[in-house]
């Protein structure tokens, strides 16, 4: 399923480039491995490029692009993803009848629990119910492919929630912005598709 490998590979670089916390330091040049010293000189890293449309990133590492945005709360001083969202086009062929080609991937932290899913309301009506596909050490990943009507709904919304079960069996909203969405995913639809 090379389409939602990318998403998940694209998800967390885009957590990663986002938030500080998630920067790593680099290797000093001396403890950095031969093999690996070689690859870069050979392999340069893609391009990557990005604009901010209001609350919302688009965001391209070579070929692949997304939108994106991080909700985050502050917790000991320090400012902690709780939900991150992106929204990538799907793979050249995949699209369904009625489907946009459009693939929302979420990343919520561990300790949901999994049978209630993500819902999403839009200007506090529901329109979409992700339902989680895996947990691993980044997190809890729900994935939906949009439909026309789904993706009408947030890109005419000013505000959304994410609506979470904990395993503790509390009920949690994650505020989240739907300003610029609409433009963002404009761009990424201008893209040609790969």
Request: with cysteine.
């Amino acid at each position: 399923m090379p389409g939602i490998r990318h998403a998940v590979i694209s998800l967390l670089m885009f957590a990663t480039w986002t938030s500080p916390s998630f920067s790593q330091s680099p290797v000093p040049a001396d403890q950095a491995p031969a093999a690996n010293a070689e690859q870069a000189a050979v392999q340069p890293a893609p391009a990557v490029t990005s604009r901010k449309f209001d609350d919302w990133y688009y965001r391209c590492t070579g070929a692949e692009c997304e939108v994106a945005q991080v909700a985050q709360i502050a917790k000991d001083g320090k400012n902690v993803n709780i939900l991150t969202l992106a929204i990538a086009s799907s793979p050249a062929g995949t699209a369904e009848k009625g489907k946009t080609r459009l693939t929302l991937t979420a990343l919520l932290p561990l300790n949901v629990s999994l049978p209630s899913g993500l819902a999403i309301k839009a200007d506090g009506k529901p329109v979409a119910k992700l339902a989680y596909r895996n947990c691993n050490q980044a997190g809890c990943w729900a994935q939906l492919a949009l439909d026309t009507k789904t993706t009408s709904a947030l890109r005419k919304g000013a505000a959304a929630e994410g609506l979470v079960r904990l395993m503790n069996g509390q009920d949690v909203n994650i505020r989240f912005s739907l300003k610029g969405l609409k433009p963002a995913l404009d761009e990424l639809q201008s893209t040609p598709a790969r």
